[in-house]
């Protein structure tokens, strides 16, 4: 009989011992589950909002068409007429539709991206013209930074070049907006890609804001104190596109003073191809780290 009592204590241990793998086991399933319907859910909701920006922001274009087309077409007319004041105040409120039209176009990019609806054109094209033609709109748009491009002729690189000048533009524009009176582009090859640094004498940005502004709609100043305009959207969105280009976007201090903004874009589409496979692979990977949790 006492031979039997540490067969009977152990096989009651070999029971317990399943009974609690599988309640562990159950209770990690319920908990996976519970974590996929609140991330459909939030899907769902994302969804849903995505739907309705991109409602409001086509609604949006049609006004905005119109007003810059008239106001070309008679500023156009008013300067034939020898009345400058006039064709002034008319240029100001093409300018502005066109800015208006730029803010458009940029909110339509976050539901696109979002959904993987966004459409690339990747062609080679010369990357020192457009920034080149960027910066002459930035600076006839009335910013007070002083402009200096300093980047040589002839810079061939791939990709799509409207969502380059997207992500050219909102660079620069933030650095005219918060960088200071002294805005610089500079650029050079490195490895199989060609970096584009945005560089400014502002204030900087502090250590611990410096994740927080490649968020939608962040800025540092906020509420009815607000030192700024703008939605913060340029740098999250100039970093999405570059990133679906097979390049990035990313900030370094610059010392002594200010802020710089690098901007990474591929030399070839062989360069592209295999750095969108080395995304897709890192994100597949970070999926299955997740759910072995």
Request: glycine share 10%; proline share 4%; charged share 25%.
């Amino acid at each position: 009989m006492q031979d039997l009592i540490p067969l009977i204590a152990g096989g009651v241990l070999a029971v317990g011992g399943a009974g609690a793998l599988i309640f562990a086991m159950r209770t990690r399933v319920s908990w996976k589950r519970r974590v996929l319907e609140a991330e459909r859910a939030a899907h769902e909701a994302n969804t849903m909002k995505n739907d309705f920006v991109t409602l409001v922001s086509h609604e949006l274009r049609t006004p905005l068409t119109s007003i810059a087309g008239f106001a070309e077409t008679l500023e156009t007319t008013w300067k034939d007429l020898g009345e400058p004041e006039i064709a002034e105040f008319l240029s100001i409120i093409s300018n502005q539709a066109h800015y208006l039209g730029e803010l458009v176009e940029d909110i339509l990019v976050i539901p696109r991206l979002d959904a993987g609806r966004l459409r690339m054109f990747p062609e080679m094209f010369d990357l020192s013209d457009l920034i080149h033609s960027v910066g002459g709109g930035i600076e006839s748009n009335g910013k007070e930074s002083n402009l200096s491009v300093s980047l040589p002729g002839g810079v061939r690189v791939w990709g799509d070049p409207k969502r380059a000048q997207q992500v050219v533009r909102n660079l620069l524009e933030n650095a005219a907006k918060y960088g200071g009176d002294q805005v610089l582009v500079e650029g050079f090859p490195y490895g199989e890609h060609f970096i584009v640094v945005v560089s400014d004498n502002g204030p900087g940005i502090p250590d611990e804001n410096t994740n927080s502004i490649f968020e939608h709609f962040e800025q540092l100043s906020k509420g009815d104190g607000r030192s700024s305009t703008g939605l913060g959207l340029g740098l999250p969105i100039a970093r999405k596109l570059a990133r679906a280009m097979g390049g990035d976007v990313w900030y370094e201090r610059r010392f002594p003073t200010g802020s710089r903004f690098c901007f990474s874009i591929t030399q070839s589409a062989e360069a592209q191809e295999r750095m969108l496979a080395e995304q897709d692979a890192a994100r597949q990977a970070q999926l299955e780290r997740a759910l072995a949790q």
